[in-house]
């Protein structure tokens, strides 16, 4: 079993900045992929950004130039910086990992609890 636990959501007014961190913990071998989704009410979940493990990084159209992923392989975590942010960007954000894990190096597919971020005035 492998978890993942998100923070620093939060409430903040429109052009402001939040950071989320994403751990994940448990019988860890090895993660090569991470990536942060977001879910709106009344709207589908939707992929914001990914970051692999040789370096790449990806992101949606609205949220590129703004938003910033960040991994750290040493802490099995993740981090999505987010600046100039907009109403629109409100939603529950939610970690994403896969990877394999000990001591059979069986694949995993986790997700976290997901963390909120409203963004108002």
């Known amino acids: 079993q492998v978890q993942l636990v998100e923070s620093g959501g939060g409430l903040v007014q429109p052009g402001g900045s939040l950071r989320l961190s994403c751990a994940a913990s448990?019988?860890?071998?090895?993660?090569?992929?991470m990536a942060w989704y977001r879910q709106a009410p009344g709207k589908q979940r939707e992929f914001v950004a990914t970051g692999l493990s040789g370096g790449d990084t990806d992101y949606s159209d609205s949220v590129r130039g703004r938003f910033t992923i960040a991994r750290d392989y040493g802490r099995s975590a993740v981090y999505l910086q987010m600046n100039n942010l907009k109403p629109e960007d409100t939603a529950v954000y939610y970690c994403?990992?896969?990877?394999?894990?000990?001591?059979?190096?069986?694949?995993?597919?986790?997700w976290g609890q997901g963390t909120q971020v409203i963004v108002s005035s």
């Open positions: 994403t990992a896969e990877g394999k894990t000990l001591p059979d190096y069986q694949n995993f597919n986790s």
């Open positions: 448990g019988n860890i071998f090895t993660i090569y992929y």
